[in-house]
């Protein structure tokens, strides 16, 4: 009886993403999806703090809801979380770069 517990259990703990892997720009944007809300924010705060001098609009809250967005798209599972960043950094720059009407 106790066997039938453990081996689940141990699988499941194989399988389950956990904490001793911070998320890195080289990680996959699934691997954003499927990260804790601090770890994404833990590297947003990165972004954030190595962007912000170009622009003020570079917050961390900013990179967390442009990647979020971009992850989202369904082609782009396999692509680099520093792919989504840069696409955020270029999107946000051309919108200030457009005259305002």
Known sequence: MMR????PTLAAALLTPGAAHALSMT????????????DRLQLATR????????????????????IDEVAGYS????ARIEDAMRECVASQLRMKAQPED
């Open 4 to 7: 039938r517990l453990i081996v």
């Open 27 to 38: 990680d996959t944007l699934q691997a954003w999806r499927e990260s804790s809300a601090m």
């Open 47 to 66: 972004f954030g703090k190595s962007f912000v001098s170009v622009n003020e609009s570079f917050t961390a809250g900013y990179f967390v809801k442009c």
């Open 75 to 78: 082609n782009a599972q396999k």
